[in-house]
T-cell receptor, first 110, second 116 residues
């Protein structure tokens, strides 16, 4: 079993829909990251969380440390949001290396 | 701020040649840089961690003589794929960490290597 599990693996949505991607992890962590990878390959760091909730534009990320679970929400989705969304964690108290989930492939249709 | 660049963005080479990929932190000093590879439709796999001025730490299964990593300055790390073979064809991504933000990593745009 992977230390970081994401769901769903694939997601297709209509433009304007509210989207949720989930991430569960099995180890203690010092931080959790949401990353976005576009078809060209480059990776953008969206959020780094250790507790609570963060918001940036139409993106919202939440984390529940007790339940070892995080969600990434996209409001009013748009075709340009189509990308792979990756959850990654820094395991341990002083996490160094990142442990990655398999990613969620999101396609938003117009 | 916190921009990481990679050069080249793509490279095609013949089997047996060596290829060097550069990773630079443009506006901050990166005490640690990480090198990842990614195969199609798979997630990132950490290859090695390099700290400025010291030898890189390689992950299990990664040949250190095959993938030479140098982190000679606080803004530059290089990955050299020696005697490249077609199975080394992959997407290589670096990330850099600033000493004041222990967990945060800033990713480069990646280098696509194709070995013929």
């Amino acid at each position: 079993k992977n230390e970081v599990e994401q769901s769903p693996q694939n997601l297709t949505a209509q433009e304007g829909e509210f989207i949720t991607i989930n991430c569960s992890y099995s180890v203690g962590i010092s931080a959790l990251h949401w990353l976005q990878q576009h078809p060209g390959g480059g990776i953008v760091s969206l959020f780094m969380l250790s507790s609570g909730k963060k918001k940036h534009g139409r993106l919202i990320a939440t984390i529940n440390i007790q339940e070892k679970h995080s969600s990434l929400h996209i409001t009013a989705s748009h075709p340009r949001d189509s990308a792979v969304y990756i959850c990654a964690v820094n395991p341990g108290e002083y996490g160094n290396k990142l442990v990655f989930g398999a990613g969620t492939i999101l396609r938003v249709k117009s | 701020g916190a921009v990481v660049s990679q050069h080249p963005s793509w490279v095609i080479c013949k089997s047996g040649t060596s290829v060097k990929i550069e990773c630079r932190s443009l506006d901050f000093q990166a005490t640690t840089m990480f090198w990842y590879r990614q195969f199609p439709k798979q997630s990132l796999m950490l290859m090695a961690t390099s700290n400025e001025g010291s030898k890189a730490t390689y992950e299990q299964g990664v040949e250190k003589d095959k993938f030479l990593i140098n982190h000679a300055s606080l803004t530059l790390s290089t990955l050299t794929v020696t005697s490249a073979h077609p199975e080394d064809s992959s997407f290589y991504i670096c990330s850099a960490r600033w000493f004041r933000s222990y967990n945060e990593q800033f990713f480069g745009p990646g280098t696509r290597l194709t070995v013929l």
